[in-house]
């Protein structure tokens, strides 16, 4: 979750040549700043006073409510980044073993989400309109000091169960999911990979964490969201497909349009958001298919602009392409793991603050979707700097970690 910047050797005149996949921190610096968006205008749609006609002035913000497609983002880059180092190597080996690889997961994910989780109880305990019921939709985060809530948290646990998962800070749910599945990527999807290949594996993913939703047999685990293992395996596809120097990949790397297939799979996004209205199936079923649609689009956008990158003569970038690279959000998404972890509770405060004050329903939307996302922006970099930069380099102090953290597997 940190900067996806990374070296790839070329022979070129003979000359080591750095590739930069700066665009993968501006998609995640994007998916950040959209998830704080999303969060934001929940905070003004449920607003116990905001008038019915200053929810119509904002029905074209609608839009924002497809906030957790930026979560299926962050999961398919997982699956990219880490792949990746494993992908170039000869052996197709996590470095140093399942242990060392957990354990450099661990110094990376770990110190940041409890530094978070931390914060977060200490806002709920302080602030006096954090702690009580109000009925409004931060109430979710409530009750927060029962035990099992704090050690399911604290245990990265909370997702298991709908009694605990929107607790503290709500957003955390994710980082549980996503530490499970690195569990899953090193002792089950990588020994698939290396015995049956990716494509296989990745069907396999697809099918077995998501056929139980599909089903309606897990309702109970709905938030627990486990589909993002296929979602995972499709990020790894991508990085198979763009890096390993086995035949077959580079073959389906040279014969297949990804671009085109991005196009496609996006365009069946907007079908399935539509086919909601139309087939009532049942929620959880909807996010399956709408999440598997949202990941092989990523996956192919991915390929494709990797490759675009790669090319001899990358020539003029695509218009998206030079957005996602732009300084930015670049920038952002050095520290978005910050800004995720932290904005949540900070909007609720904000809000808080903004409701006490005499304004106009219409300027309190406005500084809600404008000025709150600003300040939480201001405030996860400084949290960045005392809780997350310092473990983006290596338990000794001396040697630092590649700038490509997440992809140190």
Known sequence: MAHFVYEKLQTQNALPVRLHLEYLDGLRGLAALFIVLYHAYQEIYFSPDLPVLSQKIFIPCRVLWQGPIAVTTFIVLSGYCLMLPVARSKAGQLRDGFGGYIRRRAWRILPPYYAALIFSLLLIALVPGLHTLRNMRS?????AFTPSVLVSHFALLHNLSNDWVWKINCPLWSVATEWQIYFIFGLILLPCWRRIGIVATTLLAV????????????????????????????????AVINFSPDIKSQWSAKRFPYGRYAFIFGLMFLFTLLGKKIVHLPHSANSVLTDIVLGLFFSSLLIHYTQKLQAPDVGKLPPLLRFLSSPPLVGIGLFSYSLYLTHFLLLSVTHDALLAMPLAPLLRCLLMLLGAPLACIAFAYGFYLIFERPFTTAKSGRKPLPLAVATDA
């Open 139 to 143: 109430d979710a985060k409530l009750p």
């Open 207 to 238: 099918i077995v964490s998501a056929m139980p939703w599909l089903c309606g047999k897990l309702s109970n685990m709905d938030h627990a969201c486990f589909w993002y293992i296929g979602l995972f395996s499709m990020g790894m596809a991508a």
